[in-house]
């Protein structure tokens, strides 16, 4: 049933957790529910799979640090139902193809390797060393390694990444697309070029000192929800937080916090104490506008607003920024931004007051076409006021992916430095290519053009997440051999090339057990805190085999004789493997040494972060001047974002309901402001397609009904990955090729 009520304006709370354990029973049963919920970012215990969000690492031992969408991560990895042989025997390709991706993802693990042969209907169960040969005879056949694609989603260990780039390496080509192409890219490629880390520079304590915290493009109360329990604290001292948003997501209006009884109880906490309802796109216009108050606040009172020390001794290219910036057209910003310059002002104030001050964002800034220039012009704030490298200051981009940030750290990456790829080259003894490979994007690009022979993915799924879905799936078709590493069914193993595979592997909860005795991995969190993972559930089936052993596996076949790899020995012992990271990958020298130092975790040195060092192109932190530029739009056409509802995790749908915006028993929904909806001469409840707009060509997504919601006015919002049909493979992000997700251009047309 299709039920819509109004937006709520609390997050979390006693339904947050009803919401958990209710998810829990239904997947594990109660027993393997307490044994899960009660391990979880504990001590010893594994890292929940869900977001990136840190740990408060010196509270592990006590508190039940998890969420509801933490819980509903781990019930669905943990869940006691399997997909049993006689399924696949049953179902033809075209019929799983007909299995909605929801109903899919509801099935179970899977627990065997399946084999689809070349002209078969079906899946077949196969043996693991078979399957290892089916994959060794596709890659050894290419002439050009590069014709093969080995994708990463962001949920794999330290361990099983390093491997993983090693294998790809070893094979030949640096076609290593990963998901952080779609998701912090653009963080990264600016992050990186003006402060000289493409880390986040905040860590939680840091957090919590500041004395303003800004969240950009960002919804926590369903993404990160750990993360408002930092925010009610960073609160608590005095923080001001502002919410920079088309939608008003409960989570930063209003607070209930499971961890505490009071939340249970109490009428919550506001967390934002001002909200700034941007419309799409208008993000860098905003950032240049404070930064021109800032400006201005400092010739009226000087030496009272910027930190001129730290911008004279740390940072370049201030002259040029203040010059550029020194003009402002009002008109433009207030356009771009939909916010009166009243509310710039006050916002700017803000700034002025605090003298630490933290910017977090997400999704809402990075999957636009000019996000590299926005993420830059964010920077440029903070800098004018030496909010880096300080307690409760910096730039604070938070990850997706529970290891998003660390397998980036171990070389999933098509274009890594030389420098890493000396140190790898030089610890196994072999030559690895130095020309770069496709990320993301290109991977699409050249799916489309049909060139693409070996699609292999390590989790994830890649035709759903990605842009222009017909586009993608008939590129797959196309590819000789498509596999997918996964613990569970989704639309990749049902789009499949004229062989398939799947092999099933354990997860983060299941216990993970060598010839060599227990085994645990590593991650990395979105500060850089790495720690120890440690699953301790039994696995779906006695015969399944970790993403290291996989990898392993493969290798020995594949690429035996290439330089002096020890694969058989790494698949036993995980330790000898951090040994390898210790010597290769940045940050992580004597990784093993530390780990044991340090009771299973440690935080990554992070050079602006500590020191104020910047090791970028002049050793400085580096303004940059930015044209403004924003999404104008025609009459009649809207501003679209394709987000996340609160009962799901990227392409993963856990249930139809998104109980913060009010809508339950669909997704096919599209949010429009009322008064939006009455200048279009359209109704709530209505139903209509959402007709993109990309260099001349339409996309169309059917059937959707109208929700008027108080989303920003010329902007509407609607779900991924079903409206991934609307994005075009060639709209991406300058400078980072990160597929355009947020502002496209769309009509909306009423279907009769
Ligand atoms: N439960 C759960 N947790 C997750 C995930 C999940 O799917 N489910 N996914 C994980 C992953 S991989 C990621 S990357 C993160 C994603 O976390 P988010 O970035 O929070 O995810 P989105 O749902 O894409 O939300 C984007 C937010 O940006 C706002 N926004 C959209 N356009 C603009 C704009 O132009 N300007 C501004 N200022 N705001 C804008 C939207 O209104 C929304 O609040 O979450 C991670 N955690
Ligand atoms: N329109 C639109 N598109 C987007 C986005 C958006 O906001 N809007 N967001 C983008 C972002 S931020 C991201 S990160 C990508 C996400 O893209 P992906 O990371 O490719 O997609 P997920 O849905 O997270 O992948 C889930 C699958 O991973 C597998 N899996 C789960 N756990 C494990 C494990 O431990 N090991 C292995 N091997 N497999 C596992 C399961 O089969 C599961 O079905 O999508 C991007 N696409
Ligand atoms: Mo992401």
Not at 256 to 269: C, D, E, F, I, L
Not at 464 to 486: I, K, N, Y
């Amino acid at each position: 049933m299709v039920d819509i009520e109004h937006p709520k304006k609390k997050a979390a709370g006693v339904p947050a957790v009803l919401s958990s354990f209710k998810f829990g029973f239904r997947e594990m049963g109660p027993t393997r529910t307490g044994k899960v919920f009660l391990k979880m970012n504990q001590d010893g215990g594994f890292d929940c799979p869900s977001c990136a969000w840190p740990d408060p690492d010196h509270k592990r031992k006590h508190a039940a640090e998890f969420c509801e969408n933490g819980a509903k991560a781990v019930a669905w990895e943990a869940t006691r139902k399997r997909v049993p042989r006689a399924f696949f025997a049953e179902h033809s390709i075209d019929q799983l193809n007909q299995i909605s991706e929801y109903e899919l993802g509801k099935l179970g693990r899977i627990t065997e390797p399946m084999l689809l042969r070349a002209g078969a209907t079906h899946y077949e169960p196969v043996g693991w060393e078979e399957a290892f040969q089916v994959v060794a005879r596709h890659l050894k056949a290419l002439v050009d390694p590069d014709d093969a694609v080995f994708y990463t989603s962001g949920r794999t260990s330290n361990e099983a990444a390093f491997l993983y780039q090693l294998f790809v390496r070893a094979y030949g080509t640096n076609n290593l697309p990963d998901c952080s192409n779609m998701c912090h890219e653009s963080s990264g490629t600016a992050l990186s070029r003006v402060i000289g880390s493409g880390k986040g520079a905040v860590t939680l304590e840091m957090l919590e000192e500041a004395e303003l915290i800004v969240v950009v493009g960002q919804n926590p109360g369903t993404n990160a929800p750990r993360m408002l329990s930092h925010l009610e604290i960073a609160k608590k001292h005095g923080a001001d937080i502002v919410s920079v948003n088309p939608l008003p997501e409960p989570g930063l209006m209003n607070f209930k916090n499971p961890q505490r009884p009071s939340g249970w109880v109490g009428k919550g906490t506001e967390l934002a104490d001002q909200h700034l309802q941007i419309r799409i796109g208008g993000d860098q216009a905003l950032f240049l506008a404070v930064g021109h108050l800032l400006l201005q606040a400092e010739a009226a009172a000087p030496g009272t607003v910027l930190d001129k020390a730290f911008i004279d001794s740390h940072t370049s290219g201030y002259e040029l920024y203040a010059k550029h910036n020194a003009e402002l057209d009002w008109a433009a910003v207030e356009l771009a931004t939909g916010l009166r310059r009243a509310e710039i002002e006050e916002f700017t104030r803000r700034f002025i007051k605090s003298k630490a001050t933290v910017i977090c964002w997400a999704m809402g800034l990075t999957q636009h076409r000019e996000a590299v220039a926005t993420i830059t012009e964010i920077v440029n704030v903070l800098l004018l006021q030496g909010n880096i490298g300080k307690p409760g200051a910096g730039p604070c981009p938070v990850r997706g992916h529970s290891n998003v940030q660390g397998d980036r750290s171990m070389g999933i990456w098509e274009k890594m430095p030389d420098a890493f790829l000396d140190r790898l080259d030089q610890e196994f003894a072999f030559t690895s290519p130095r020309e770069h490979g496709v990320d993301a994007a290109a991977t699409v690009q050249r799916l489309r053009d049909g060139a693409v022979r070996v699609f292999f993915a390590m989790g994830g799924n890649f035709a759903m997440a990605t842009p222009d879905t017909e586009v993608v799936h008939q590129g797959l078709r196309e590819c000789d051999l498509t596999v997918q590493v996964s613990t569970k069914l989704n639309r990749s193993h049902t789009v499949t090339g004229r062989e398939a595979l799947i092999l099933p592997t354990l997860g983060r909860t299941d216990h993970d057990r060598t010839p060599n005795g227990p085994q645990s991995v590593t991650v990395e969190d979105s500060q850089g805190a790495v720690h120890l993972s440690t699953g301790n559930l039994t696995p779906p089936a006695p015969e399944l085999k970790s993403e290291i052993g996989i990898v392993c596996g493969l290798a020995a076949l594949v690429v035996p004789e290439v330089g002096q790899i020890p694969w058989a020995d790494f698949a036993d012992d995980y330790s000898l493997i951090r040994h390898r990271i210790g010597r290769v990958c940045d940050g992580y020298e004597n990784f093993e040494e530390r780990l044991r130092a340090n009771e299973g975790g440690f935080l990554l040195a992070h050079a602006a972060r500590d020191k104020r060092e910047f090791k970028t192109s002049d050793a400085k932190a580096q303004f940059s001047a930015n044209e403004l530029s924003w999404l104008p739009t025609e009459p009649g056409r809207l501003l679209l974002q394709t987000m996340r509802s609160h009962d799901q995790f990227n392409t993963t749908i856990y249930g139809l309901q998104d109980r913060y915006r009010g809508v339950d028993g669909t997704r096919q929904v599209v949010f429009v402001n009322p008064d939006d909806l009455k200048a279009l001469g359209l109704k709530d409840g209505q139903r209509v397609d959402i007709v993109s707009e990309f260099k001349g060509v339409e996309r169309r997504a059917a059937g959707y009904r109208l929700v008027s919601f108080p989303t920003a006015r010329g902007c509407v919002a609607a779900y991924y990955p079903e409206t991934n049909v609307l994005m075009a493979a060639d709209d991406v992000a300058k400078g980072s090729n990160t597929p355009v997700a947020k502002g496209l251009t769309v009509r909306l047309e009423p279907v009769s």
